[in-house]
């Protein structure tokens, strides 16, 4: 079963500032954390109970552990980028969460430069292969002390 906690006040405060950017304080949007997530965040949409019972819009759910470790620029830029595919259809109030169209949407390309992209992914690998590594080294550890006993 996953482990859902509310994140860190400066985690609310950084998606706050970013749904207020994008134009959605008008959307309930419920920031999780599960650090057994393998990406570092996923964006879903409320089925119709949680929306019935919590008022809750969107749900947004990142791994914690992996986003308190990048930079502060970089935590700005994985929240705008997690909530891009999040519109409201200012015609009908649908709501719709779509997709990256390439590996992130290029409105977020154009206003961050690929290359600073490129560089919050690759610490994004980066932490997570060192989280996994280390997960490694103490289920070896805990083997070798089984077998020392």
């Avoid at 990142?62 to 595919?85: P, S, T, V, W, Y």
């Amino acid at each position: 079963m996953a482990n859902y906690v509310e994140v860190l006040e400066e985690t609310d405060k950084i998606f706050k500032e970013c749904i207020l950017a994008a134009g959605l304080d008008n959307v309930d949007i419920k920031i999780l954390a599960n650090n057994d997530l393998k990406v570092i965040g996923k964006v879903s949409k409320a089925n119709d109970l949680i929306k019935y019972m919590n008022d809750i819009d969107v749900i947004v759910v990142i791994n914690e552990d992996i986003f308190d470790q990048l930079e502060e620029h970089q935590k700005l830029m994985k929240a705008e980028e997690l909530l891009c595919g999040v519109s409201v259809d200012s015609d009908t109030g649908k709501l719709t969460i779509k997709g990256g169209d390439v590996n992130t949407y290029s409105g977020f390309l154009r206003k961050r430069g690929y290359d600073a992209f490129e560089v919050m992914e690759e610490s994004i690998k980066t932490l997570f292969n060192v989280k996994n590594n280390n997960g490694e080294e103490s289920s070896e550890v805990k083997t070798l002390d089984k077998t020392e006993a």
